[in-house]
């Protein structure tokens, strides 16, 4: 007959039940469907702060599995992220002392030994804390250690009286300190569940349902074990999830059932599965454009594999929970191989415009201008036109496929500046994978509408000061420039960047007058180089080249081919920036008229580039 009985375990049991033998003979170990470590630093003081303090941090929840080698076996169901909190405090505790663990008094010793602003003082005071291994004095925790710390950052200077007085005055607050660190006697209330072990997913899901911290993912890896478990035949997938278990194990915590010796020969279920997938789409560098760059957290889900993987059999998102009584029915290495194919697809019709590499200034992270939902419609679109159900081809797939290349990039531009995925897109991916919407043309008029609507609310913007360009603009910019680039410009070395053609020094100044100006508006952009942009500094191009003109540094020749090739891809004339020449109040208005001007001339050439034609 299931039941519970409640414990009470001191700080120091719990710690002591982690380790692989425990003295106590109490052993903990993790389940497979346990949750990732998803604690912040913030969460797990705040945590440790509560212990301390004496107030509740909830029961741990333990399933008793029975004796073995001597010790008793016990599942932990509900208390990681406060288990792993505890050991990670346990193993650092200097790490979590914060400028609130020191009380005024304190504060007030040390401002009237060195004569400094408290803030610098206590900042220091804790920069040396957290220096330290931990708060016995073996470890160099001393009134003396802290009070010279302090004064060599400081430079004051105390002599040797100042020192012992400053010294001998803090040594009660340093114990005060030390004894609050101690928390292994504290007691935590421990509820100990003795019942079948089948049931602890459905525990799991159940105390956690209304739970801020267990996203559905992580309710799927409970719920989702009760299902047969299966062979893996993608090696890199089975790394991916073997290192989620390492993570777990390098907070020193043991996992039930896992053996990283045959791994590669282990059963998995569906929840890892996914995760693994997820996780291989999300760490492959060809696919950061379409999936953003990899955050390195092995433990952590990426909700793209549990998607794909969901959407690709025609299945309603908010419906995923059932997952696995599809998947069960058909052959999952067949479907994984079906999945990865049109993401790389994909990849390869968007990759022209979101992977163009011109104005690229770094390897840091890639701009994702599209939603999950937006990508994960596109690649499950390209999956139904290629495979049938029972995952063939299907016949003539390639002529769909073809027609997907030319409207797809559209499409996708079309959608993002007309804010079509804001919200969450659950519905909105599900239709499209089964309508023909993606194969059709958008048409100039219907182009118009969403141009003219997004430039509107563009030019109508108050800036006063240089801001973050706008993702969608840097976009429609890649769009037409990809065009214009030559496949050599585009691996060379040169790099090129987003400027402004009318200056934002200039623009700033004028803006104070009049509550701001739409200083980064779409048709005051444009693509320049690099060296080009930084030494014009505040100047128009053709004032920078006028006066390396009148310096002798470039003939009329030179200039006259320099600015052709520069207009070819600002698409501006001489006459069109001669207002910034002489730049006032009075020319506000003239800057307007060139940008509505300059955006007609963008509309222009992006409809020619990418061939929409009048419709």
Same mark, same amino acid.
């Given at each position: 007959?299931?039941?519970?009985?409640?414990?009470?375990?001191?700080?120091?049991?719990?710690?002591?039940?982690?380790?692989?033998?425990?003295?106590?003979?109490?052993?903990?170990?993790?389940?497979?469907?346990?949750?990732?470590?998803?604690?912040?630093?913030?969460?797990?003081?705040?945590?440790?702060?509560?212990?301390?303090?004496?107030?509740?941090?909830?029961?741990?929840?333990?399933?008793?599995?029975?004796?073995?080698?001597?010790?008793?076996?016990?599942?932990?169901?509900?208390?990681?992220?406060?288990?792993?909190?505890?050991?990670?405090?346990?193993?650092?505790?200097?790490?979590?002392?914060?400028?609130?663990?020191?009380?005024?008094?304190?504060?007030?010793?040390?401002?009237?030994?060195?004569?400094?602003?408290?803030?610098?003082?206590?900042?220091?005071?804790?920069?040396?804390?957290?220096?330290?291994?931990?708060?016995?004095?073996?470890?160099?925790?001393?009134?003396?250690?802290?009070?010279?710390?302090?004064?060599?950052?400081?430079?004051?200077?105390?002599?040797?009286?100042?020192?012992?007085?400053?010294?001998?005055?803090?040594?009660?607050?340093?114990?005060?300190?030390?004894?609050? +660190?101690?928390?292994?006697?504290?007691?935590?209330?421990?509820?100990?569940?003795?019942?079948?072990?089948?049931?602890?997913?459905?525990?799991?899901?159940?105390?956690?349902?209304?739970?801020?911290?267990?996203?559905?993912?992580?309710?799927?890896?409970?719920?989702?074990?009760?299902?047969? /478990?299966?062979?893996?035949?993608?090696?890199?997938?089975?790394?991916?999830?073997?290192?989620?278990?390492?993570?777990?194990?390098?907070?020193?915590?043991?996992?039930?059932?896992?053996?990283?010796?045959?791994?590669?020969?282990?059963?998995?279920?569906?929840?890892?599965?996914?995760?693994?997938?997820?996780?291989?789409?999300?760490?492959?560098?060809?696919?950061?454009?379409?999936?953003?760059?990899?955050?390195?957290?092995?433990?952590?889900?990426?909700?793209?594999?549990?998607?794909?993987?969901?959407?690709?059999?025609?299945?309603?998102?908010?419906?995923?929970?059932?997952?696995?009584?599809?998947?069960?029915?058909?052959?999952?290495?067949?479907?994984?191989?079906?999945?990865?194919?049109?993401?790389?697809?994909?990849?390869?019709?968007?990759?022209?415009?979101?992977?163009?590499?011109?104005?690229?200034? /770094?390897?840091?992270?890639?701009?994702?201008?599209?939603?999950?939902?937006?990508?994960?419609?596109?690649?499950?679109?390209?999956?139904? +036109?290629?495979?049938?159900?029972?995952?063939?081809?299907?016949?003539?797939? +390639?002529?769909?496929?073809?027609?997907?290349?030319?409207?797809?990039?559209?499409?996708?531009?079309?959608?993002?500046?007309?804010?079509?995925?804001?919200?969450?897109?659950?519905?909105?991916?599900?239709?499209?994978?089964?309508?023909?919407?993606?194969?059709?043309?958008?048409?100039?008029?219907?182009?118009?509408?969403?141009?003219?609507?997004?430039?509107?609310?563009?030019?109508?913007?108050?800036?006063?000061?240089?801001?973050?360009?706008?993702?969608?603009?840097?976009?429609?910019?890649?769009?037409?420039?990809?065009?214009?680039?030559?496949?050599?410009?585009?691996?060379?070395?040169?790099?090129?960047?987003?400027?402004?053609?009318?200056?934002? /020094?200039?623009?700033?100044?004028?803006?104070?007058?009049?509550?701001?100006?739409?200083?980064?508006?779409?048709?005051?952009?444009?693509?320049?180089?690099?060296?080009?942009?930084?030494?014009?500094?505040?100047?128009?191009?053709?004032?920078?080249?006028?006066?390396?003109?009148?310096?002798?540094?470039?003939?009329?020749?030179?200039?006259?081919?320099?600015?052709?090739?520069?207009?070819?891809?600002?698409?501006?004339?001489?006459?069109?920036?001669?207002?910034?020449?002489?730049?006032?109040?009075?020319?506000?208005?003239?800057?307007?008229?060139?940008?509505?001007?300059?955006?007609?001339?963008?509309?222009?050439?992006?409809?020619?580039?990418?061939?929409?034609?009048?419709?």
């Amino acid at each position: 007959m299931p039941c519970t009985e409640v414990e009470s375990w001191t700080i120091n049991d719990l710690l002591d039940a982690f380790k692989q033998q425990p003295l106590k003979k109490k052993k903990i170990i993790i389940p497979q469907y346990q949750r990732n470590l998803v604690w912040n630093n913030s969460k797990k003081k705040l945590l440790i702060d509560s212990i301390k303090s004496g107030m509740p941090i909830g029961a741990f929840l333990l399933f008793n599995e029975g004796a073995e080698d001597g010790n008793i076996r016990y599942h932990l169901v509900d208390g990681l992220q406060r288990s792993t909190s505890i050991k990670n405090y346990n193993e650092n505790p200097t790490l979590f002392f914060s400028p609130d663990n020191i009380d005024k008094n304190f504060r007030n010793i040390l401002v009237e030994t060195f004569k400094d602003d408290e803030k610098k003082l206590v900042k220091l005071f804790v920069e040396w804390v957290q220096t330290l291994k931990g708060f016995n004095e073996n470890d160099g925790f001393s009134s003396y250690s802290a009070i010279t710390y302090i004064d060599e950052k400081t430079d004051n200077k105390l002599d040797k009286n100042q020192t012992k007085l400053a010294t001998n005055s803090i040594i009660t607050y340093l114990d005060e300190i030390k004894q609050l +660190s101690n928390i292994n006697d504290i007691k935590v209330p421990i509820i100990i569940y003795h019942g079948n072990k089948s049931d602890l997913p459905t525990i799991f899901e159940r105390i956690n349902s209304k739970g801020t911290q267990l996203n559905k993912y992580q309710i799927y890896a409970a719920t989702w074990s009760i299902y047969d /478990s299966f062979d893996i035949n993608n090696t890199e997938i089975i790394k991916k999830i073997q290192a989620k278990y390492e993570a777990l194990i390098e907070e020193g915590l043991e996992i039930d059932n896992y053996d990283p010796l045959n791994f590669n020969t282990a059963s998995f279920n569906y929840f890892e599965y996914l995760f693994g997938l997820g996780k291989l789409l999300c760490e492959d560098e060809n696919y950061s454009n379409l999936f953003g760059k990899n955050n390195n957290k092995k433990d952590q889900t990426e909700s793209i594999g549990f998607n794909l993987g969901c959407i690709c059999l025609g299945n309603d998102l908010k419906k995923m929970g059932k997952l696995p009584t599809y998947l069960q029915k058909i052959d999952l290495n067949k479907y994984e191989k079906c999945i990865l194919d049109s993401v790389k697809i994909t990849n390869k019709i968007l990759n022209p415009f979101i992977g163009f590499k011109a104005n690229t200034k /770094s390897k840091g992270n890639p701009v994702i201008y599209h939603t999950e939902m937006q990508i994960i419609s596109i690649i499950g679109k390209i999956f139904k +036109s290629k495979y049938d159900e029972n995952l063939n081809l299907r016949n003539g797939y +390639s002529q769909s496929i073809d027609k997907l290349k030319r409207t797809i990039p559209l499409h996708y531009l079309y959608d993002i500046l007309r804010n079509y995925w804001s919200g969450t897109g659950d519905n909105k991916a599900l239709e499209l994978i089964k309508s023909d919407k993606y194969k059709t043309e958008i048409k100039q008029s219907q182009w118009d509408l969403v141009f003219d609507e997004w430039f509107e609310n563009d030019i109508s913007k108050k800036e006063k000061s240089r801001i973050t360009i706008k993702p969608q603009s840097i976009l429609l910019l890649r769009f037409i420039y990809t065009h214009l680039f030559s496949a050599h410009e585009e691996l060379s070395h040169e790099i090129y960047e987003i400027e402004h053609l009318c200056p934002v /020094s200039k623009l700033k100044n004028a803006a104070k007058n009049v509550d701001g100006l739409p200083i980064s508006c779409i048709s005051n952009l444009c693509l320049i180089e690099k060296d080009l942009n930084r030494s014009k500094n505040n100047k128009t191009i053709y004032q920078y080249y006028d006066e390396r003109k009148t310096e002798g540094e470039f003939t009329e020749k030179q200039i006259k081919e320099e600015i052709e090739h520069i207009e070819s891809r600002t698409f501006t004339q001489r006459t069109d920036l001669e207002f910034m020449n002489d730049f006032k109040d009075d020319s506000i208005q003239d800057y307007y008229n060139f940008l509505e001007k300059r955006f007609y001339i963008i509309k222009d050439k992006f409809y020619k580039l990418n061939k929409i034609v009048n419709d």
